[in-house]
T-cell receptor, first 111, second 116 residues
Framework: TQLLEQSPQFLSIQEGENLTVYCNSSSVFSSLQWYRQEPGEGPVLLVTVVTGGEVKKLKRLTFQFGDARKDSSLHITAAQPGDTGLYLCAGATSGTYKYIFGTGTRLKVLA | EAGVVQSPRYKIIEKKQPVAFWCNPI?????LYWYLQNLGQGPELLIRYENEEAVDDSQLPKDRFSAERLKGVDSTLKIQPAELGDSAVYLC??????????????FGPGTRLTVL
């Protein structure tokens, strides 16, 4: 059972456009991670956020953890074809050492 | 340094047959995870090992799935007998095992299983 809902499920945009992917839950997480997965490969960690309201930037990617630590967003500025992939959020609840993965957002950036 | 190694990369079997997947984690990583990933969805944890001990196997369907991590290094996941619904990608991941939720998991490329 997935506790983390991501939206949108699919997104196809032109190169240069901006986009935001959302990750929502009713649970409070002690930390939340974002991954990108390309076809035929395993997920690769992009960022970990642990503090409510925290914002982290990775080049053109901006990650935000909600104030209540129940949700997160990933914003990509000026998307490029190399950003194409499956974006996954994953949250860990306090006292556990495992992450629950979200439902995923499949992004395709057209040249 | 080599990443997480999994084999085989692809496997096609008929239903009711057994199948096994192998994983070699990154050297020095104490924690090893097996995940199941259906097409276009997020991975779901099957089992987590800390060294040779299975510390979380609550999501492992124990009637047909089994796993072992002898000597606390590489690991094998087995399905016997396989069912049509087992078709998926089986991912292995490892982490240092610092018992922190910020511990980074490194994933292997996965084994894509097709059950006919």
């Amino acid at each position: 059972t997935q506790l983390l809902e991501q939206s949108p499920q699919f997104l196809s945009i032109q190169e240069g456009e901006n986009l935001t992917v959302y990750c929502n839950s009713s649970s409070v997480f002690s930390s939340l991670q974002w991954y990108r997965q390309e076809p035929g490969e395993g997920p690769v960690l992009l960022v970990t956020v642990v503090t409510g309201g925290e914002v982290k930037k990775l080049k053109r990617l901006t990650f935000q953890f909600g104030d209540a630590r129940k949700d997160s967003s990933l914003h990509i500025t000026a998307a490029q074809p190399g950003d194409t992939g499956l974006y996954l959020c994953a949250g860990a609840t306090s006292g556990t050492y495992k992450y629950i993965f979200g439902t995923g957002t499949r992004l395709k950036v057209l040249a | 340094e080599a990443g997480v190694v999994q084999s085989p990369r692809y496997k096609i079997i008929e239903k009711k047959q057994p199948v096994a997947f192998w994983c070699n984690p990154i050297s020095g990583h104490n924690t090893l995870y097996w995940y199941l990933q259906n097409l276009g969805q997020g991975p779901e944890l099957l089992i987590r090992y800390e060294n040779e001990e299975a510390v979380d196997d609550s999501q492992l369907p124990k009637d047909r799935f089994s796993a072992e991590r002898l000597k606390g290094v590489d690991s094998t996941l087995k399905i016997q007998p396989a069912e049509l619904g087992d078709s998926a990608v089986y991912l292995c991941a490892s982490s240092l095992g610092t018992r922190r939720t910020t511990d980074t998991q490194y994933f292997g490329p996965g084994t894509r299983l097709t059950v006919l």
